[in-house]
């Protein structure tokens, strides 16, 4: 097995490369078990309450929704912006450890690939049934038309940010749909179904692993890959100046480019590590997910959180300093007091103070801790876009426009059906497809640890 | 081309001596299979790509041509003065134009590498081995008119000779 100094053995039990095929593949051979169809059932009821949110939403109008002319922005921009977020795990995870050569990376990056596919849809959701007409929709692309022509304001963040979003969308669905060809091609030629062989003959492209194509193929998973890198940065700091650049306090912060990037990431990689201790746990992957795996992903934790951490402080500390009266109210006591204190709180705990536990070796080695933790980052990340988006628009500069929010059952349906679709995506994934890169664990495995 | 001699191994290293020993012996060879990259197999085989240029020249077309529309709309065809701001307002344009460049790059880029490997769905795959895509290492090499009978058997001692577990004439 490929065995380092620092991390020991990638992938346990000295496997031959057929047994790697077979472990992999076992899920999509064998029936799943009664908790697949039971978690299948809970998700068909997520989205049908999800289905039942988007028809009254699309039926009546946001009017349904809890937003008031003060709180224009609600839930669905907290959950787009979310959900963007661990779309980001993806690519944190594939690429910008293939770029650094993280041979760790294998056993981890087709599911993280796939969590930022489906997150990305999810997340899209938000900001097209807030449009409220949908039909309206195309308005936002730039195409010649017969309103002048009328053309968008290039100016726009928000213009930027669904150009930003399909261009990123594009690129994680090629990169992941890409890697995925040699595996179709070794599910083609192991099953024994007709139906089957010819569904992953067509999915595999004619796939025969040729020296010529594995070349190109490796220089075009570079070519991605790089290119994406900078596209992850790119497309959260625009989603920061969609707040960044109005004068809310806040709101109007140069910080909050990095401050989403990073944040971005700790919430990727926290549900990263959710996803793999319950895969792992499932369908006992022990031998390739890693103690050593999961040990590495909660030491990255402790650093993006420690950058966590001092974004939460410099915001504080620049409110103080600056001795801006409205900053100081949004800062000190419409978030650290008031209100909504208790979601600054939780954020604070979750995303920078819980984490530091992953310093200890034990709390790293004890699953059950790391998964309650990881947990809490999630939670904490919804409620860090929570006081984002709430604090500063319920109390604005003039006191009259102040409202209250609480979000409606549509709303909160909207969510659920979103939450329901990603662990549905989830399900069909792993029972079709294979959810460890074969050829890239196998590639990890030809090195013997004596 | 009157057929193919197939070298079936099941280790990587047995592959990569057998690939050099052919190389000394000066025989041609076709094509390696492999169930994942190996990074021997390129370099025995000499291998190259213009993948990496041909993205750069999407790159930069993208660049252009974002440019040149977004000029168009803005100062051409709709000239309207949004927040005090020049027609030609090149901080916005570049932001644009960086993403836009990506999603060339990225694009045109694995349509390029589907049509030079010409790989495309529902391809049907010309399977020269059942395991290629398993366990199998398959070294691929062409039988000539000019071959003799002893040229051959001496190239199947060599497969052998260096591991292959199975040697198939096809």
Known sequence: MYNTAIRGPLIKGDKTIHQITEEICQPIDRRPGYWWYFVFLLCLGALIYGGWAVYITVHEGIGTWGLNNSVTWGWCIINFVWWIGIGHAGTAFSIFLLVLEQKWRTSINRAAELMTVVAVICAVHFPILHIGRLWDGFFILPY?????????????????????ICTYFMASSLFWYVGMIPDLATIRDRTTSKIKRAIYGFLCFGWIGSSRDWFRYEKLSWIIGGLTAALVVSVHSIVAMDFATSVLPGW???????????????????????LMIIIRKV????????????????????FISLIMGTAYSTELFMAWYSNNEYEMFTFFHNRVTGEYNTAFWIMLISNAILPQLFWFKKIRKKLAIVFIISLCINIGMWFERYVIVITSLTKDYFPSNWADYRPTT????????TFGFFVLCILLFFKYLPMISLYEVKGVSKYKSN | ????????????????????????????????LTPYPVHEVFKIMKRKTRLPLATFLFCVLGVILTYLFLYWASVLSYPLIFGGKPLNSIPSFILICFVMMIFF?????????FVRSKLYPGKKAKIHYPRITDNAFVIMIDKKPEMSSNDIKQLNSILKDHGAVEVLEK
């Open chain 1, 144 to 164: 010649p038309n017969t309103r002048g022509p009328l053309w968008l304001n290039f100016n726009s963040p928000l213009f930027w940010d669904v150009l930003a």
């Open chain 1, 252 to 274: 109007h912060t140069t910080i909050f480019p990095p401050y989403f990037v990073v944040g971005a990431i700790l919430s990727g990689f926290a549900m990263v590590l959710t």
């Open chain 1, 283 to 302: 369908y006992k992957l022990n031998d390739y997910i890693t103690d050593s795996h999961l040990n590495a992903i909660c030491k990255i934790l402790v």
């Open chain 1, 410 to 417: 549509v709303e909160v349906g909207l969510f659920t059906g």
């Open chain 2, 1 to 32: 081309m009157i057929g193919t001699i197939l070298g079936v191994y099941e280790d990587e290293e047995l592959l990569i001596s057998a690939l050099q020993k052919l190389q000394d012996e000066k025989i041609e060879i076709s094509e390696v």
């Open chain 2, 105 to 113: 790059g990225v694009f045109l880029s694995v349509i390029a590498f």
